[in-house]
């Protein structure tokens, strides 16, 4: 299949479901405002706990935003002094509980002495706001300009939704996708919320992330992206994967599975990294291209480059390294 196929068919996969979410919408335009009312509290338990939460906060004011903010800036993020002359970059996901593992793990994070920080989404559960769920974590990195945030689903659904993003990660200038370089590296981040909801969206970061990743001259390339491309749970996002073999990228970083996973694909390495702090999750199969899984602990995902070589590793909040491994450029 040409890139050109894979393209249209994943675009045209996100075009079915926004056609048949469409239909929802216009029902619920021609509804009287008395029938809206009764029918919200019937809602709010369902947008909890099944896939229709993200069309529900389409039109459930207060519930989540979806907007088509404008994206592909890029910026040069700083690195804070560590330990070695290699940089550590740590990734971490899906950890905007405000609980104990979240504060672990960003605990561990500064520990370890990460110099810079990414996050893989959903940097907030709660209506407790950013400040507490995000800053009191990792404010240090944040003032020195060495932390860089990718966009979850409930970044976009908790509290008054994705306008509290834009609004505390103003440096980001209402961008929610972008590329940043940190030393050696170049993260592509993309905002995978909105593109499921939105077909041109999705085209629009589909055509920007190749040619971005096309005009980078970092030596090492990682795509962000809070969805995961493949998983061994049932929330694989296959829209998003991409030819990420033939345009020369490294790494796929994702959350939204509370768990620790690493797969291999045509030399494209998939790493899962959803337990920064949120409640944990178990896996449901055993996926082909599976090099390592772990369920059941906290954690964080880190890289670091020796020589020509990318030393990459999983390490747990109870100090241990569960999993490591090495890309080599050839």
Known sequence: MSDEERRQR????????????????????????????????????????????????????GWGEVSKSPGGVALVGNLRPGPDDAPL?????????????????????????????????????????????????????????????????????EGRGIALFD?????????????????PFEFFMLDSHQALHHPDIFTKQYDWLE???ADSTAQWKAVVVHHPPHSA?????????????????????SGHDHTMQHLEFDGVHYIVDGVGGGSLHKFEELL???????????????????DTDLHCYFKTTEGDVVHEFTITHQ
């Open 211 to 213: 040619a971005a990743v």
């Open 288 to 306: 082909e291209g599976t090099q390592y899984r772990l369920s059941g602990r906290y954690g964080a995902f880190f890289m670091q480059p020796i």
């Open 89 to 157: 970059i740590a990734a971490v996901g899906d950890f905007g509980s405000g609980k104990e593992p979240s504060f672990d793990v960003a605990k561990m994070i500064s520990a370890e002495g990460a110099q810079a920080v990414v996050t893989l989404g959903d940097n907030v559960y709660y209506q407790t706001g950013y400040q507490a769920l995000v800053g009191n974590l990792y404010g240090d990195y944040l003032e020195a300009g060495a932390f860089f945030p990718a966009t979850g689903n409930h970044d976009y659904s």
């Open 10 to 61: 994943v675009t045209g996969d996100s075009a079915k479901r926004a056609k048949r979410r469409g239909a929802l919408l216009r029902w619920w335009d021609t509804t009287s405002e008395s029938l809206r009312r009764k029918i919200k509290p019937l809602l709010k338990p369902l947008y909890r706990r099944f896939q229709i939460r993200s069309v529900i906060a389409w039109f459930v004011p």
């Open 167 to 183: 609004r505390y990660f103003d440096f980001l200038g209402g961008h929610r996708w972008y590329r940043v370089t940190l030393g």
């Open 233 to 253: 749970r049932s929330r694989s996002q296959k829209e998003f994967r991409f030819p990420y073999d033939k345009w020369g990228v490294d790494l796929v970083l």
